[in-house]
């Protein structure tokens, strides 16, 4: 079955650090997201993507975030300079562009820890 | 801005008996409504859906209640199993880009 896969798994950084979070999404579907979840907190929308640009964000997704799809497969997230509270659980979702049922398919998550 | 809440942390039920999962919203332009069961350290797995447009949608185990007015769903588990142990998000989608607005999750603890 298609899956959405993401790495690196688990990354710790310093603070103040880039980092960049990979997805391949599921190969024909034509949206992609990131979300987060902060340990113990419910999961966040940060960035929808679609057509090659963001088609919407999140208040979270601030000057410090970017994300882009580099190739035809892969969904990258950037965070320019970490902060503390940049730990957290990311995933990268995608959804086909036929009928919209709502369901998106989530990746299995990369563990942020930021020190 | 909570538009999607759980207003329980918690739910503990016997193997066999009903789960039932709550979820309120406050935005009546959601089409969709979704619930996801997640593990620790994984993914949210998509579970059931229903359209704004339906009261009510069945799969197996898994039913989902949508009460427009009330702007209220609810998961019924039945019989519950303890592999249902999990964290239940529910969702909503407003068609406008396709993103999910998730609650803040119950934890279902069915125990043997």
């Known amino acids: 079955e298609p899956e959405v896969t993401q790495t690196p798994s688990h990354q710790v950084t310093q603070m103040g650090q880039e980092v960049i979070l990979r997805c391949v999404p599921i190969?024909?579907?034509?949206?992609f997201y990131w979300y987060r979840q902060i340990l113990g907190q419910k999961v966040e929308f940060l960035v929808s993507f679609y057509n090659n640009e963001i088609s919407e964000k999140s208040e979270i997704f601030d000057d410090q975030f970017s994300v882009e799809r580099p190739d035809g497969s892969n969904f990258t997230l950037k965070i320019r300079s970490t902060k503390l509270e940049d730990s957290a659980m990311y995933f990268c979702?995608?959804?086909?562009?036929?009928?919209?049922?709502?369901?998106?398919?989530f990746g299995e998550g990369s563990r942020l820890t930021v020190l | 801005d909570q538009q999607v809440k759980q207003n329980s942390p918690s739910l503990s039920v016997q193997e066999g008996r009903i789960s039932i999962l709550n979820c309120d919203y406050t935005n009546s332009m959601f089409d969709y409504f979704l619930w996801y069961k997640k593990y620790p350290a994984e993914g949210p797995t998509f579970l059931i859906s229903?359209?704004?447009?339906?009261d009510k949608n069945e799969d197996g185990r898994f039913t989902v209640f949508l009460n427009k007015s009330a702007k209220h769903l609810s998961l019924h588990i039945v019989p519950s199993q303890p592999g249902d142990s999990a964290v239940y998000f529910c969702a909503a989608s407003d068609n406008q880009g396709g993103k999910l607005i998730f609650g803040q999750g119950t934890e279902l603890s069915v125990k043997p």
């Open positions: 190969s024909n579907h034509l949206y």
């Open positions: 229903i359209s704004s447009i339906k």
């Open positions: 979702a995608s959804r086909a562009g036929t009928v919209n049922t709502g369901e998106l398919f």
